[in-house]
C-alpha cells in the first residue's frame, strides 16, 4: 500500500507525451491508489480496472485497428456503443465525482484547478508541454484518424471537410494548453516538464514521489519509448502549411508560445 502523503495530481494535456507518463505512473505505482479522470462520464476511476487501457501494447493494436481502411471505420461506428457500455460501468464503480479516500494520484485530460474544491490540502501539480504548432498537428491527426472519438477535455464534433488550418483556428481549442492550467501559473506547478525532455521528467517525477511518500517500484520502471505518437504516414504530417498560416497561428495561440518558452526555461533551470 502507499503511505500517506499530499495528493499528486498529473495535469495531461493531449498530445504530449502524457501516455508515456502514465505509463510510467502505473509501472511504478500501485495503480489501486491511482484514479484516472474520464471528462465525458465526469469520473474518477480506479487504474486498476483497466477501462482506459494504456499499455503498449493495447495502444499499438487499437492504432493498428484504427488505422486499417477497412476495419478501422466498422470499429468507429460501433464507438458510441462501446462507449456508452464503459460510462455505465464507470457510473457504477464511483456513482458520485468524487476523490477516493485512498486516491494517491490522479491523472487526466482535466484542468488544473478542476479538483481543488474538494481537497483540503493543495496537491503536487505536475505537468507536461509541448511546441504549440507540433500538438496542434498532432492533436488534429489523431482527431482525423479516430472521427473525433475521444474522451478529451474538449470534445470537436467530427467534420471530414475539415482542414487542419481550420482545425488550428477553432475558438474553442485557442491557447489549449494554456486553458489546463486552470487560471494557476506555471510557477504553481511543482513539477514542468516539455516533451524533448520526457525521459528526465519521468525519473524528477518518480523521485518526488517518493520524497513525498508515494512509494515507487524499488527498480523504477521509465518507458524508453513514446506511447500513442502519431503515425508518420498521416495527412496532417504530410501537408506543409505556408508561412503566413504558421504566422497566423503563432498570433492565435501566443499565450500558449509564452507558456511553452516558459517551460523550457524551467526545465533548463533544473
Known amino acids: 500500500m502507499i503511505e500517506q502523503g499530499r495528493l499528486f495530481e498529473f495535469v495531461h494535456v493531449e498530445k504530449t507525451a502524457g501516455t508515456t507518463v502514465r505509463s510510467a505512473l502505473e509501472g511504478n505505482v500501485d495503480t489501486d491508489n491511482m484514479y484516472i479522470y474520464s471528462p465525458s462520464a465526469d469520473r474518477l476511476v ?3 480496472e483497466n477501462l482506459q487501457p494504456q499499455t503498449s501494447e493495447a495502444i499499438e493494436r487499437i492504432r493498428g485497428i484504427v488505422a486499417n481502411p ?4 466498422v470499429v468507429m461506428k460501433f464507438y458510441p456503443f462501446i462507449d456508452a457500455l464503459t460510462k455505465k460501468r464507470m457510473f457504477r464503480l464511483s456513482p458520485e465525482l468524487e476523490i477516493p479516500e485512498n486516491a494517491r494520484v490522479l491523472f487526466g485530460h482535466f484542468t488544473a484547478t478542476q479538483f481543488d474544491h474538494m481537497l483540503d490540502d493543495q496537491p503536487i501539480r505536475a505537468i507536461m508541454l509541448r511546441d504549440p504548432f507540433d500538438r496542434m498537428r498532432s492533436h488534429y491527426a489523431h482527431w482525423v484518424r479516430n472521427r473525433g472519438q475521444a474522451d478529451w477535455r474538449v470534445r470537436v ?14 475558438p474553442i481549442l485557442q491557447n489549449y494548453e494554456s486553458q489546463a492550467l486552470g487560471g494557476l501559473e506555471l510557477e ?11 525521459e528526465d521528467f519521468i525519473a524528477r517525477m518518480l523521485d518526488r514521489l517518493n520524497t513525498e511518500g508515494i512509494t515507487v517500484s524499488d527498480v523504477p520502471y521509465i518507458p524508453k519509448k513514446r506511447l500513442n505518437t502519431t503515425p508518420p504516414n498521416t495527412k496532417s504530417d504530410r501537408s506543409k502549411p505556408d508561412d ?3 504566422r497566423s497561428f503563432a498570433t492565435f495561440h501566443a499565450m500558449d508560445y509564452e507558456l511553452y518558452s516558459r517551460a523550457k526555461f524551467l526545465v533548463d533551470l533544473g
Open 188 to 198: 504553481d506547478f511543482e513539477l514542468v516538464g516539455v516533451t524533448e525532455d520526457t
Open 46 to 48: 480506479p487504474c486498476s
Open 70 to 73: 477497412v476495419l478501422g471505420p
Open 244 to 246: 503566413g498560416f504558421v
Open 157 to 170: 464534433p467530427y467534420q471530414p471537410a475539415m482542414s487542419f488550418e481550420d482545425f488550428a483556428f477553432l
